[in-house]
């Protein structure tokens, strides 16, 4: 992610009545910037950003990918906002074996005023990928954080408590011939406006209090980096288990607590492996 896109100064007149899904998108921008959250400015190109995310959406994903407390350094040597990824052991950049990128302007995960449009480019994005939630924590996502937020968001306003989610899997079928992009979640019946929280050419992940009869478990009582116990209870299995790849993954995402280790760790292994047919 480049940084030479400047935040202006406040003489540009920030938005007013801010929709709150679409601040959920906007909360982490500082991150993005690779700066505290002491540093963060609250206005880019006019658009409000950094702000407060409502209902507690931003402390209930955080708790869902890190522990409780003060951080703690995890990883020597590796103090960078840049992602390391747990399938190859890369700085997310520094591998063209996975999905992220430094190449785009903040502009476009920022500046739309349709959170729709936000949660595409949130899906999509491997500028955004390149991040992690922490520098104490580099094999976090912090894309995969902006999702939870604003999936939890999305099902406190319906009038879900946490108690009542579930994470529900469900294949992804053929990718259209333009591949992952904004413009072709946004047509996907498979992706839920703000409810899916991955989209790849194995497996679609959803938090949503409305699993209907599809494959899900419940996440639990409260938030908490769960994520292995709520894989193991899905009612059905997302991956074909006559293929070593996927066996693999399924073992391994048994064992990943994080929640967005665990969603970047899919990602980054179906760009390993090779998409295939996973079921």
């Not at 529900?168 to 990718?175: D, I, R």
């Not at 209907?212 to 938030?223: E, F, V």
Request: charged share 25%.
């Amino acid at each position: 992610m480049t940084s030479d896109v400047p935040f202006e100064s406040l003489r540009d007149a920030p938005e007013s009545d801010v929709d709150p899904l679409v601040a959920a998108y906007r909360h982490d921008v500082h991150k993005l910037r690779g700066r505290s959250h002491d540093a963060a400015q609250e206005v880019f190109r006019g658009a409000r950003v950094n702000e407060s995310v409502p209902l507690g959406a931003d402390g209930d994903a955080a708790r869902l990918s890190r522990p409780k407390g003060a951080p703690d350094e995890t990883v020597a040597n590796h103090r960078s906002p840049r992602r390391l990824s747990l399938a190859t052991g890369d700085t997310a950049v520094a591998s063209d074996r996975i999905p992220a990128s430094e190449d785009a302007p903040l502009d476009w995960l920022v500046l739309s005023t349709d959170p729709e449009v936000l949660h595409s480019r949130w899906l999509t994005s491997d500028a955004a990928a390149a991040f992690n939630e922490s520098v104490y924590y580099p094999y976090t996502s912090l894309r995969f954080h902006v999702l939870l937020v604003a999936a939890l968001l999305d099902n406190y306003r319906a009038g879900h408590d946490f108690e009542d989610l579930h994470l529900v899997a469900t294949p992804s079928g053929s990718l259209p011939d333009e591949g992952r992009t904004a413009a072709a979640a946004r047509e996907s019946e498979v992706v839920e406006p703000f409810r899916t929280v991955l989209w790849s050419p194995v497996v679609s992940l959803h938090v949503t209090g409305e699993p209907g009869d599809r494959a899900s478990a419940p996440l639990g009582s409260c938030p908490a980096r769960s994520f292995a116990d709520t894989w193991s209870r899905l009612s059905a299995h997302p991956f074909d288990q006559g293929d070593r790849r996927w066996r693999r993954l399924d073992a391994q995402l048994r064992r990943i607590r994080s929640w967005s280790t665990a969603l970047a760790y899919i990602e980054d292994s179906v760009a390993v492996y090779g998409d295939g047919d996973a079921r």
